[in-house]
DNA sequence: CGTGTGATTGAGATGGGTCAACCTCAGTGG
DNA sequence: CCACTGAGGTTGACCCATCTCAATCACACG
């Protein structure tokens, strides 16, 4: 997939040095010329377009990707064509982890919207990480958030109310956007209703009737995919315990 | 916490090349001299009682473990105190990656019956990744597998039908034993009704209710903690695709 | 032989899946 | 400018799988 598309490669050939998402990505904490060896071999992908992959389920891993702008959903399917979102990637977040132990993908990754990636080839990853010494530890640190994340989703997954599982996935989405600067009570969901359903292990009807019934308690407001959030302290709470601060929606306005 | 159990040590004092899960560990690809580095700084501690833990949910990390005999379970706390079991960990397998995004332990590690570890020390790790070329490519396999065996969790959490879940943790179990050298079709499990609930957000009797079912159905033999799988295609079908090859218990023998 | 812990089984309640209708809105073309 | 269309989202009614509560069983251990 080489693009001879000049003027864009040179409008996204912006160096990792200048990059807004330095802290959260590989180069936080490696000095200045090694951050120029690292920008050497980082290639910056041309804009992708909704619902453009980075990899199919099968296919030999290649590179590390890195969000850039946009988001991602990685998906499995299972022999019986049933779609699951492993997980969702805002920017400043690793793509591309599930091959590592077998070097084969599997899950694809999928632009949820337009979108940029870097992209790490994985035989020039293997070199640099032996000649800059940071490297290493910060590799291990950008894995380790990607393992958190999972984590986190292993725990909303484990809950058996939907009504928390949904409370949970919005509280971890408020803090993933507020730690990239964003606003930590009012974004747009990146993705579809059908997509958070099949993250949450919920069909679209139980998020849908999940999401008003959290705007009717007050705890949020949501548009569509806008979303602000009311009562951040409310659904961190119901995030955090199992115990639902509303417990019946018994009829009474 | 040293141990001053002279003979105790010298029995563990096994090294990396004579270990049997050589091949699933890390000096798996590395020469043989560098076998011998790595051997100095892994540390071998003393057997586990059940129930002993690694670490704390909080703690510093301070070292990667492999489970090197017995098995173990890493376990979340969420506020109100519900333990939700994130992953269990047989022979082989890495424990302690839950640390590696922000430093601190967010798991507690737990013996499930008698048990053995090894201890990789964090800052040796660093420095021997660096003098041991291969071992840096190893380690990002071994943590590939993690990752991986996360993932399969996740999906099976993603099933909505509690029976699909039963089948894909036994299907999942029998392989990795079966990659340990042990039968496919005979084990017995290293943890309790329990801990198995907790692990596939179902409750106990859920658990239970799906071990009968699948025995009455001829799929596995149950009596307690040992289990015989007797179908091992029709388990796996069971737990590849979402549909249930009995879907109802109508009451016929 | 009692005691306790873990596992199984039963009966009843309920949360969320299923199916179906309807709404909303952006895009398209007349 | 409006009608049509289709995809995504919401709402309602019904029903079943799983949770809850409770009794009983199995078995190891003192």
């Given at each position: 997939m080489t693009h001879s598309v000049v003027f864009d490669l040179a409008r996204l050939r912006r160096s990792c040095a200048q990059c807004s998402l330095q802290q959260l990505c590989?180069?936080?904490?490696?000095g200045q010329d090694d951050m120029v060896r690292l920008d050497e071999i980082v290639r910056r992908r041309r804009p992708l377009a909704r619902s453009e992959r980075l990899f199919r389920i099968g296919a030999p891993m290649e590179a590390l990707y890195v969000a850039r702008e946009g988001a991602f959903k990685t998906v499995a399917i299972s022999d019986d064509g049933e779609e699951q979102v492993i997980g969702f990637h805002l920017p400043g977040e690793l793509i591309g982890l599930d091959a590592l132990g077998s070097g084969k993908h599997r899950c694809e990754a999928e632009a949820l919207g337009p979108a940029l990636v870097c992209e790490v080839p994985l035989d020039a990853l293997e070199e640099i990480t032996h000649a800059v010494p940071g490297l290493q530890l910060q590799l291990l640190r950008v894995i380790g958030r990607s393992v958190g994340r999972d984590q986190d989703h292993l725990e909303i997954l484990g809950r058996r109310q939907a009504q928390d599982r949904i409370a949970m996935f919005l509280h971890g989405l408020s803090e993933r956007y507020h730690q990239l600067g964003h606003s930590a009570t009012e974004f747009s969901l990146p993705m579809s209703r059908e997509d958070i359903a099949r993250y949450l292990g919920l069909v679209i009807e139980t998020v849908s009737r999940g999401f008003t019934r959290l705007q009717d308690e007050g705890y949020i407001k949501v548009r569509g995919r806008q979303l602000r959030i009311l009562d951040p302290v409310g659904l961190s709470a119901m995030a955090h315990s199992s115990i639902d601060l509303h417990p019946a929606a018994s009829g009474i306005a």
């Open positions: 590989l180069p936080a904490g490696i």
